[in-house]
Each structure stands twice: as C-alpha cells, then as structure tokens.
C-alpha cells in the first residue's frame, strides 16, 4: 500500500510534466502571424530649373522607367544662355592663349626700334646742351639758349628711359599675376558653360525611378517654380511590408528571416524577407489589427517583399507569417 501510494503520485507529476513540455514546445515551434500594411514609396517628381511647361508625355497611370522623359520646359531661354556661355569661353581662351605665348615678336621689335631712336634723340640733346655750355661759358651764348638745350636734353632723356621700360616689358611678357587672372577668368567660363549645359538639360524632366504615376499636378501653359512639384511617382521597387512585433515574440524575428506576406486580393503568398528590426519600442499605431492591447509595446520590423506586383497597393493590410528556423 505504502508503495502504491508513493507511485501513483510520481507517475501523475511526470504526466503532468510532459503535457507541459509538450504544450510549450508547440507554442515555441509554432507560426509567429504579424500584422501590418504594405509601404511603399513615393517621389514627388520636378524640375530644377525654372520656366514655362511646354508639354507632358506621360498621365496618370502611366508606368515609367528609370531615364524615361516625362516632360519639358520651354528650353529657347537656356538654349541662348548656353550660346552665350560658349561665346565667353571662346573670347577668354583666346585671351589666356595670348597671354600664355607673350607679346608678338615684331611688337617687340617695334620696341627695340623706338628705343634706339629715342636713345639717338637723347645723345644728340646731350651734344647740343655740351656746345651751349661753352658756348654760354665763353659769352657767345645766351643763357636762354642753355635753358632750352638743357630741356630738350630732359625730355629727350625721358623719353628714352620711357622707351627702354617698354622694350623690357614686351621683352619679358606678361607678369605672372596677368596670366593667373586670365587663368582664372578661363576656368570661371567653363564652369558657366558647363552651367548653362547643366540648365539646358534640366529643361527635361526625368523619371528618377521605376515606377508608376499616381498623380498629375501640373499642366503644359503653367510658369513653374524651381521644385514645383509636377508628377508624384509612386515606386515599384522596393516595396516594403510595415509590421510589427511584441516583445514577447522579439526573440522570435531578426534580419535575414524569411516570412510569407498574405493579402486578401490574391491567395498565393508574397515571398519576403525580413530586413530591419527596430532597437526601440513603440506604442501599436491605430492602423494596425492585432488580437493584442493596443497599447502594448511593440517592435517595428521591415519586410522586403521578393516579387511584387500590381496587387500590392499602398498602405494595403497583409498578414506576416514567420515559421520557426
């Protein structure tokens, strides 16, 4: 009896043992289901530069690629801006070359020719102001006569030294403070060129991504500011599913995990896998369903959907499911 009495326990703690061990196994190994809403991105597509809109080539609904030309402005303003960018690049090329090469060989002999002409009036002066000193020396010359020998001999010595400056100026070109302007006023015109070619090309609006027009905002007639939001450009890739996670279940998801997302519109399942994992926690957003309190703390996750379709529409309710690794 007594034996009976010890075991009859024993076997009831260890059933009771494995219905436990049982009944949290299958809970830990069991399919983690999210709830969340499809996230996808939008760009509102402009022009950078300023003008009047000269058409459109795409509406509502349209599905664009990368580099595909939605529209253009009127281009005649950036068209006579970029003529005039090229005509001062040209005029400021021409200008650093000669500065580069220097002075022309016969203006520096032109040079050299005046100062030896210069230098052939000066003697002389210096002749005719000797002769009148002793001639005004001896009396037989006046000392207004001296005075003006004595002028002529001053300016002609003037003009002499004038002359030797310039010879030595054309002689040694342009200072090198001269050409570093000129340099500088080169490469001051290249970059407006390459301005005014930069502006000509944003007269064309591109499509900066895959993805679809969702809306039109503006029409062709319409004086557009820089930035004046023309398409809105909904994006087909990536697209990204907003979920979230309880605490409980952190441990549960982390980046790389592969997951099924579920809509009500198409009965197959979306591949995805999960990309982020937010290190904070938040209150549960009113848009999101879950069989928890609202006001329980939750993890934002990221999933990236594989192969997206059409049927994946902007802020769509899905179901996330994760099965255990």
Do not use: C
């Amino acid at each position: 009896m007594n034996k009976a009495k010890i075991i009859v326990p024993l076997l009831a703690a260890v059933i009771l043992a494995g219905a436990a061990y049982g009944y949290f196994h299958q809970r830990s190994g069991s399919e983690l289901t999210l709830s969340g809403n499809v996230d996808i991105r939008q760009v509102n597509v402009s022009f950078r530069v300023a003008g009047r809109l000269q058409s459109l080539r795409v509406d509502e609904g349209a599905r664009v690629k990368a580099g595909d030309i939605l529209g253009e402005l009127d281009n005649a303003p950036y068209q006579i801006a970029l003529a005039d960018a090229r005509a001062s690049q040209a005029a400021l090329e021409a200008h650093y070359a000669l500065y580069k090469k220097g002075y022309r060989q016969e203006d520096v002999r032109q040079a050299k020719a005046n100062l030896a002409s210069r230098s052939a009036a000066q003697l002389n002066a210096s002749q005719l102001l000797q002769r009148q000193q002793q001639l005004t020396g001896t009396g037989a010359g006046s000392q207004r006569t001296l005075d003006e020998a004595q002028a002529n001999f001053d300016q002609a010595t003037a003009l002499m030294e004038a002359a030797h400056q310039q010879y030595l100026a054309l002689s040694h070109g342009f200072r090198k403070e001269e050409i570093a302007e000129v340099k500088a006023n080169r490469e001051r015109a290249a970059a407006q060129l390459s301005n005014a070619q930069l502006q000509l090309a944003d007269s064309q609006l591109i499509a900066p991504a895959n993805g679809i027009i969702l809306t039109r905002a503006a029409e062709p007639g319409t004086l557009l500011a820089p930035g004046s939001t023309v398409f809105t450009l909904s994006l087909t890739e990536p697209v990204w599913v907003r979920a979230y996670v309880s605490e409980p279940d952190l441990g549960k998801v982390a980046p790389g995990n592969k997951v099924s997302v579920y809509t009500d519109s198409r009965p197959q399942p979306y591949d995805g896998v999960v990309g982020f994992v937010s290190p904070t926690s938040e209150f549960t957003p009113k848009n999101v369903e879950t069989t928890d309190l609202r006001t329980a703390l939750v993890y934002r996750l990221r999933i990236i959907v594989s192969q997206p379709d059409a049927l994946l529409r902007q802020g769509m309710p899905v179901t996330v499911k994760l099965k255990p690794a």
